[in-house]
């Protein structure tokens, strides 16, 4: 009996953490717990388990160490940053007014307040990187105004609690920098392969409300053109401003960096940067042209967009731009996007004067909120390295690796089983217990896997990766991918995405227990109209979310199929080739040595024949080839 535990050790102590969750207990303290007990009873039959077990009482001594180096992680420094900077913009009022101008942009279009919510949703995810401060907001905010129109209560809630799940996926995104951590990547990697897909997951968002809307009407009406503001004197809404001046700073913020020779994600970036800095310019101007003149070139809803648009943009650029550019680390990009939090709100503060959108109370309750999610994450992160110590002590981590990379259907076959294996357990457990529990189990497997399948080869060679190509010892020729770096990323944003899926299917879902927090339990009088307004049922809230479940694991596919989404911004352009006739040599020959006609450097003349010398013999033993006086051609 001994040795039959002590050779299947690691798919037993797997299997109670598994137990220990079900039954209710904290990650955090399961992890560590399940480590504990399992080192104990590995050190008592590691005599019996033919050197499968290396685990040893000095071991225990490493365990400080360990912990010591969780706690000084630089990269885990960007999680408080990140989450502070959303908290304030969240209370700032920042989203309440991205809504309502937004709002207003899309007008009477039909779903145009489902569309808003997305593109907020989309806004907020770039600028918090929080789940709970999306949803919460948008909860708040859009969620009655949406049923006052009559909304079909199931679009709305749907559509409110997937877009504020984008903050998982869209860069800052928390996940993406603790999947960074545990992928051992960096986290601007995973950033650039997540743009991306985060867009394209918005855009399949609007898609279906499109859908929805044409097949149903009524499910998404426009606003009545009554509610419409932001109009010129004339009363029309003054759409082609907006539309000449977008244009026109998109256009400016193109031709300022067409020659610049960054890559298309970092010229996308700092295109925009210029872009909106050139609109807010423009604004300004029309600002001061109206001051003096009384009249301005812009219309008010031009200005309107552009003052509420630009600073969360600029925010993004401040963030996101320096991090992937390359102009700071995602810690330092962190605290500079908190700082520019604080300041946006001051300047909301003051340019409202409305004293609650930033105080003393805003910033002593996101501090606390801080403090409680980076301490939950820290614990799971030391219970986990607890777990992992006595885990590969019993190689566990051999009995995973083994498990997967004997699945069937080779690379794709590993992909499949594991996405099905994320996606059931992400209806338990979260997406921060996913990341720092599964993930390093499967590091090892995935990193062989993507090293040596065919199919990782093919994809490698189709992108311009490096292979190399190897005589096995049969004498055939082996190819396997240098750098699997791009594939572990493909692999996070795969997991990223999967992952979002555990705030959104029924019936444990956070974005949905966030929503249900805020959406009214009760019939109440709207304030605006007077009518009495039906609640909205939990029953209500999940059917809503299920399509945009679907969604999800669509877009999971479409990355799996085309992981040139994922690792398109990761390839790294060759050096332009140069004409070896066109190589210029800078350096100036010395006075009296020998030149060509234009100048430069030339070959010395041919030894001068000295008179009663011995005659140079160049065809005896040992002799060159070639008379060296003359150069050997190669062609």
Known sequence: MSVFLAQNLAPIMFAALVAFLLLGYPVAFSLGAVG?????????????SDGVITLSWPLLNSMPGRI????????????????????????????????ETIGQLFGTIRGGLAYAVIFVGAMLAATTGVVAASVISMGLISLPIMLRYGYDRRL?????????????????????????DQLGRSVDQMYKGALLPGIMLAGLYALYVFIVCRINPAAGPGLPPEEIGHRKPDGTRGLPSLGILTLISGAIGTAALWNSGYTAMEFF?????????????????????????????????AERV????????????????TILVGLATPTEGGAMGAVGALLLAGINRYLNSEPQRLNWPIVRQATEATAKLSAFV????????????????????????????????????????????????????????????LVPLLKPAAESIFRTAPEAVEIAKAMGFTVIATTGADGAIVETV??????????????????????????FGFALFYLRSVAPKEPYTDKVTGKTTEPVLTSQIYWGAVPYVGIQLLMVAIVMALPWIAMHALVKKAPPAKDPAAIERPLNPAPGAPTSSDGRFALPPTPPVIEGAPANDYTGPGAPPHDMRDLPRFD
Do not use: C
């Not at 504990?36 to 008592?44: H, M, R």
């Not at 992680?73 to 007014?97: K, V």
């Not at 909106?276 to 809803?301: D, H, Q």
């Not at 552009?306 to 731009?321: A, H, K, R, S």
């Open 156 to 180: 709305a809630a749907g559509t409110i609690a997937a877009s504020g799940t984008l903050a998982q996926i869209i860069p800052p995104s928390l996940v993406l920098i603790v999947l960074a």
């Open 36 to 48: 504990l007990i399992f080192f104990v009873i590995g050190v008592e039959l590691a005599p019996y």
């Open 306 to 321: 552009t003052f509420v648009m630009v600073p969360p943009l600029m925010l993004i650029f401040l963030v996101l731009g």
């Open 269 to 301: 970036i700092l295109a925009l940067a210029v872009s909106i800095l050139v609109a807010l310019a423009v604004a300004l101007v029309n600002k001061a042209t109206i001051r003096s003149t009384g009249r301005g070139f812009l219309s008010p809803l």
């Open 482 to 507: 240098a750098d699997v770096s791009p594939f572990m990323v493909w692999f996070g944003i795969l997991l990223a995405v999967n992952m979002q899926t555990s705030f959104m299917h029924p019936p």
């Open 378 to 437: 820290m614990f799971i992160l030391i219970g986990a390295r607890i777990f992992s110590l006595t885990f590969y002590g019993v190689n566990g981590h051999i009995w995973v690796e083994h498990l997967l990379t004997s699945l069937p259907g080779g690379m794709y076959g590993f992909l499949i089983a594991v996405m099905i294996l994320v996606f059931l357990l992400a209806f338990f457990l979260d997406f921060f217990e996913l990341a720092f529990i």
């Open 68 to 99: 010591y180096e969780v706690m000084r992680n630089d990269t885990l420094l960007a999680i408080p940053f990140f989450t502070f900077m959303g908290l304030i913009l969240e209370r700032s009022g920042m989203a309440e007014d991205l809504l």
